[in-house]
């Protein structure tokens, strides 16, 4: 079943600005995931935070994960137009089940 | 990287018939495969879980007889989705899980449609 649930359902913004997405999820996680999938495509991974991790970077991306509040952000800093997807969160119970959000369709406006 | 092919990438067939997803870990061993599925604008639904050797994991709601699961491999699953209707039209999503390190790789996906 969904665990998660992501906010907005959709963003359009500028080439150059950020791009914020929130995830929320129920039960106790063992990590959370951020993945990307373009139009009609397969997941690509983005990063991996795990429960007793609070945030994490890499390169343009920033994962924060507040456990307390059972909530994950995405942040993508100086958008470009391919970064226009749809981004999805999941996470991690056991036996390495992903259970996935309702996604984020973010547009990057060139 | 690590590459998980899917194929085919997309598929036509009547109603009525049967039709078989392959999902390979082209370099690496799969301890296990998951099968997803995704209806357009909405997330990834979980399937069923397959080990290889073993019968598969279906989730609450996912017809085992409707979708057959084979892993008989430590590199290859199959979906076959049997007898197929138009609402069995959708996207199907595998990825396979790293025997080393439990890392996930997802294939990139078979559209499937039935007329």
């Known amino acids: 079943s969904q665990q998660g649930e992501e906010d907005p359902q959709a963003l359009s913004i500028q080439e150059g600005e950020n791009a914020t997405m929130n995830c929320s999820y129920k039960?106790?996680?063992?990590?959370l995931q951020w993945y990307r999938q373009n139009s009609g495509r397969g997941l690509v991974h983005l990063i991996l935070?795990?429960?007793?991790?609070r945030e994490k970077h890499s390169g343009r991306l920033r994962v924060t994960l507040d456990t307390s509040k059972k909530s994950s952000s995405l942040l993508i800093t100086a958008s470009r137009a391919a970064d226009t997807a749809s981004y999805f969160c999941?996470?991690?119970?056991?036996?390495?089940?992903?259970?996935f959000g309702a996604g984020t369709t973010v547009t990057v406006r060139a | 990287g690590a590459v998980v092919s899917q194929h085919p990438s997309w598929v036509i067939c009547k109603s009525g018939t049967s039709v078989k997803i392959e999902c390979r870990s082209l370099?690496?061993?799969?301890?296990?495969m998951f099968w997803y599925r995704q209806f357009p604008k909405q997330s990834l639904m979980l399937m069923a879980t397959?080990?290889?050797?073993?019968?598969?994991?279906?989730e609450q709601g996912v017809e085992k007889d409707k979708f057959l699961i084979n892993h008989a491999s430590l590199t290859l699953s199959t979906l076959t989705v049997t007898s197929a209707h138009p609402e069995d039209s959708s996207f199907y999503i595998c990825?396979?899980?790293?025997?080393?390190?439990?890392?996930?790789?997802f294939g990139e996906g078979s559209w499937l449609t039935v007329v």
């Open positions: 039960t106790s996680i063992n990590n």
């Open positions: 935070i795990r429960s007793n991790e």
């Open positions: 397959s080990n290889e050797g073993s019968k598969a994991t279906y």
């Open positions: 370099d690496f061993q799969a301890t296990t």
């Open positions: 999941a996470t991690v119970q056991v036996d390495y089940k992903l259970s």
């Open positions: 990825s396979a899980q790293r025997a080393e390190g439990n890392t996930i790789y």
